[in-house]
């Protein structure tokens, strides 16, 4: 306080406040990342939200010396819950764009016993499941990627939902997830599921299928890389011919 021109008091007790957080816009040229390496073990990040808790859980955990729970660095996000009516989701910041032309990526893995894990879109309160992601007890060597080209809500936060997978009281499920990425969805987009089609296996063909996730054909068709040698593939599926009997082949479209 200024009490006269020769007079003032101390200052107060200091407090803080936070500012609210801010919108995320993602175009060619800004993606958003999250790799939980800023915050505290134990902490939560920043503008990401526990929509539904169990406990203290989901937190963020570091690296112990006798177990990584980490993609890369030394921190990760921990899910987890306990019985069979409990659950976790948590979801990304808001973002400006519609939901519907971006993709996220992220790894995740369990311990203990495998959860079913979504991924989709978090409409204030409510969870709209996007897709399903099967689980393994380690991290895969690619990303997960959902794209959300398929989703006609309004929701504009990315979410992620563990549920049980049994109908014990007794079971733990443990969950972690690491390097999120959110991107514009390419125009031009990736093919899925490739599989040879078992039943057309010969000493020299076979059959190959996918799924393609443009909107329509592309108008060029596809391309083949069959043991890294392009062919051009102009219907889906595809038949490969010319193959060499008792010879594996890899294939990506």
Not at 77 to 104: E, K, R
Not at 218 to 231: H, M
Request: aromatic share 14%; glycine share 4%.
């Amino acid at each position: 306080a200024l009490c006269s021109d020769t007079d003032e008091s101390e200052y107060s007790a200091e407090i803080s406040f936070r500012t609210l957080c801010d919108v995320v816009t993602i175009d060619e040229e800004n993606i958003y990342t999250e790799d939980f390496e800023e915050y505290e073990a134990s902490s939560f990040p920043d503008c990401w939200t526990r929509d539904v808790a169990y406990t203290s859980y989901p937190y963020v955990i570091a690296n112990s010396s006798y177990t990584t729970y980490s993609h890369n660095g030394t921190k990760a996000m921990h899910m987890y819950f306990y019985g069979s009516a409990n659950s976790n989701v948590i979801s990304t910041p808001s973002f400006t764009n519609d939901i519907n032309t971006l993709q996220v990526s992220f790894f995740a893995r369990y311990s203990s016993t495998n959860p079913i894990l979504e991924v989709g879109v978090m409409d204030q309160t409510t969870f709209e499941p996007v897709d399903t992601i099967v689980l393994t007890s380690t991290y895969p060597t690619n990303a997960f990627t959902v794209m959300f080209n398929h989703y006609t809500g309004n929701g504009n936060r990315i979410a992620f939902r563990i549920t049980p997978s049994g109908t014990s009281s007794y079971t733990s499920y443990y969950t972690y997830l690491d390097d999120v990425t959110v991107e514009l969805i390419p125009s031009c987009i990736a093919p899925s599921n490739v599989t040879v089609i078992d039943s057309t296996i010969t000493t020299t063909s076979a059959l190959v299928a996918w799924t393609d996730n443009n909107n329509e054909a592309p108008a060029n068709g596809w391309t083949l890389l069959v043991n890294g040698e392009e062919v051009l593939a102009d219907a889906n599926p595809f038949p490969l011919t010319g193959l060499t009997a008792s010879t594996t082949y890899t294939v990506k479209v």
